[in-house]
């Protein structure tokens, strides 16, 4: 692809072209110093994105402490690269010519999958969706079945949500390809945690440290609550769990963070309100006594969030029940809400991901 095509494409404001990172697995490899020329008068932006990539330290992402600090600093740099990126209307890159991406959906997803979708064909994978809900598993095929499946057909990267908690990790011992979690049961949802993470240093700027963020709602069900508990408190926040008793693990004593069984109490002060979905489809048993009576208490409204602090940001991962979970009104504010944020800084994310694996298969690794 011509360079000259992509020369004012990067150009704009807003991207983290020089970082401190000091990583142990990724010093050499990746962060070369940047030359201090401005993007706009480089070349090739294929080959400036190409500077800046680096070997994944892992050779699969199953969860969210899979990365060190300096490996996630890295990463989120990259992804700001590729968000810019993103901006433009031409879009597309052959970091990953090529390779071939499968997309194994065991429970339905639409933003998830449409989002590595995107990820890999914008980096010019072959990408393919293989959702197996229905079929494979109605007609009794195990989950080691689907993956010798899929071992014979050589897949490069593989991307697989499962209902199973640990699915991800089973799935990686039984293939040759990187293997991504896209969420797995009540466990895990890396990349969720990640893109959340970028978001906030979009809209707090890089160091997040200082933040303070509530996660409410339904705990319990959420691999999104633990990826982000791990990772918000790697990075230094103040983490907080909010929720009805019913919706909170009984582990959340353990993960370190304090629980509020109050939600005004629970937002005080916090710059960040992170809702969750109510998770129904993990649910077997009544949680909530109702859903109206469920928005009364757990709801975010214009009343509760504003004991949160000046300027507090609302982040949700979707799909959301608005009116359950969420008021409209403060989902659609373009001034507190940043959930779509969320999504766009989700395939930037997913690219930076993908394209740093596939780095690492280059690198022989
Ligand atoms: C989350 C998930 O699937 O865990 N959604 C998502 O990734 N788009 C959260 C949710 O389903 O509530």
Redesign the pocket.
């Known amino acids: 692809m011509g360079g000259g095509r992509y020369l004012a494409v990067v150009g704009g404001g807003g991207v983290h072209l020089d970082s401190n990172n000091s990583s142990p697995a990724l010093a050499e490899a990746h962060r070369a110093p940047y030359s201090g020329v401005p993007m706009t008068q480089m070349a090739d932006v294929t080959e400036t994105l190409r500077t800046r990539l680096f070997p994944f330290p892992r050779p699969h992402l199953l969860s969210a402490s899979d990365l060190d600090r300096p490996d996630v600093d890295a990463l989120l740099d990259l992804a700001d690269l590729f968000l810019e990126f993103g901006r433009q209307s031409a879009k597309s890159l052959d970091l990953l010519r090529g390779r071939t991406l499968i997309n194994l959906f065991f429970?339905n997803?639409?933003?998830?999958q449409g989002?590595f979708e995107i990820a890999g064909k914008r980096l010019g994978a072959d990408v393919v969706n293989m959702a197996v809900g229905a079929s494979s598993v109605a007609k009794g095929e195990t989950l080691i079945d689907t993956a010798a499946t899929l071992v014979a057909m050589r897949p490069d990267l593989l991307v697989v949500?499962h209902w199973g908690s640990g699915a991800a990790d089973l799935l990686a011992r039984k293939v040759q390809c990187a293997v991504i979690n896209?969420?797995d049961g009540q466990h895990e949802?890396p990349t969720?945690a990640l893109l959340d993470l970028l978001t906030l240093r979009r809209a707090f700027g890089d160091d997040v440290s200082s933040l303070s963020v509530a996660i409410c709602g339904?705990i319990q069900h959420?691999?999104?609550a633990r990826s982000n508990v791990a990772l918000l408190q790697a990075m230094g926040c103040e983490v907080r769990l909010v929720g009805p008793p019913t919706l909170l693990p009984s582990e959340a004593a353990r993960w370190g963070a304090p629980v509020f069984t109050d939600m005004i109490e629970g937002i005080s002060g916090v710059d960040v309100v992170m809702m969750?979905?109510?998770?129904r489809e993990r649910m077997n048993g009544a949680f909530v006594p109702s859903t109206r009576e469920y928005f009364r208490f757990w709801g975010l409204d214009g009343e509760k969030l504003a004991h949160a602090a000046p300027g507090a940001k609302v982040m949700h991962?979707?799909?959301?029940n608005r009116g359950v979970e969420i008021e409209s009104s403060i989902a659609d504010d373009p001034a507190v809400s940043l959930i779509s944020d969320q999504v766009e800084a989700?395939v930037a994310l997913r690219m930076a991901v993908l394209a740093s694996l596939a780095e690492r298969m280059e690198a022989g690794q």
């Open positions: 429970e997803s639409t933003r998830t989002s949500r896209a969420g949802h969720q339904d959420s691999r999104v969750l979905r109510l998770q991962p979707g799909p959301m989700g």
